[in-house]
């Protein structure tokens, strides 16, 4: 006679959590005050997992201890116009529920007069883009 023992492991919620799909307008507000603000496609990439195009990158995004949570490198345009590319990385968190988070950048390379490992938090702000293909509403016919 075999005895056998089953151990279940529950699973996240996923099916309570928001989700993100579509296009967002990303606004960061820098510690100076000033803003800066990018376009998003987002697609679900499985349970707790969304693919985030912005630009010519992209990224996925996981949903750990309920934030959603993406870290990436990204580039460094400084004010005398030049150029570092992935000269920093970046961590960014966001509420899922309001969409508001931080994106924290940490440069990995001396920059636009900052040391490299100099950091800066902006406060960030996801909004859904309405959707420019709504259907048109159909025009009545006169009747006599």
């Known amino acids: 006679m075999f005895a056998g023992l089953v151990v279940g492991v529950a699973g996240t919620a996923w099916a309570d959590t928001p989700t993100m799909d579509g296009s967002y307008t990303e606004t960061a507000t820098l510690p100076s005050g000033g803003t800066l603000t990018s ?6 990439c499985g349970d707790g997992c969304i693919y985030i195009k912005a630009g010519a990158g992209g ?20 004010a005398d116009g030049s150029y570092t590319q992935y000269g920093s990385s970046s961590h960014m968190t966001w509420d899922p529920n309001t969409l508001t988070g931080t994106a924290q950048h940490t440069y990995i390379v001396p920059a636009c007069g900052r040391p490299a490992g100099y950091t800066e ?24």
């Open 121 to 144: 938090t902006d406060q960030i702000k996801i909004e859904q883009t309405p959707s420019t293909s709504a259907t048109p509403t159909p025009t009545p016919t006169p009747t006599s």
């Open 39 to 44: 376009s998003w496609t987002v697609n679900s």
């Open 59 to 78: 990224s996925q995004a996981r949903l750990v201890d309920g934030q959603w949570v993406l870290d990436t490198l990204n580039n460094i345009s400084c």
